[in-house]
């Protein structure tokens, strides 16, 4: 099983970053997939989750219409695409699966400064 994001970095404030999951190793399309994130010195946070095959999607307060989740289940992808980030977003952000077992990838490291 392997869950490997990509796609982050270091941006402005205001700027945006589209982050990627690629998933293998499991039914992608029986797992919900998850965007977590942990900052420097605080505890792992759910950021956004989406379901299969509905498609269904959750968003933390902080996410809410600034962040938006979608997957891939022909290509086994789930991406966050990232607007109006500003310093607070700055973190490690984890791909999870949930399903029969959960699974986490390695993290992608956000940094918003100017």
């Known amino acids: 099983v392997q869950l490997v994001e990509s796609g982050g970095g270091l941006v402005q404030p205001g700027g945006s970053l589209n982050l990627s999951c690629a998933a293998s190793?499991?039914?992608?399309?029986?797992?919900?997939m998850s965007w977590y994130r942990q900052a420097p010195g605080k505890e792992r946070e759910v950021v956004a989750y989406?379901?299969?095959?509905?498609?269904?999607?959750y968003y933390k307060d902080f996410a809410k219409g600034r962040f938006t989740i979608s997957r891939d289940n022909a290509q086994n992808m789930v991406y966050l695409q990232m607007d109006s980030l500003n310093p607070e977003d700055t973190a490690i952000y984890y791909c999870?699966?949930?399903?029969?077992?959960?699974?986490w990838g390695q993290g992608t490291q956000v940094t918003v400064s100017s």
């Open positions: 989406i379901r299969s095959p509905s498609g269904r999607t």
């Open positions: 190793g499991f039914n992608f399309r029986d797992y919900t």
């Open positions: 999870q699966a949930t399903g029969v077992r959960n699974y």
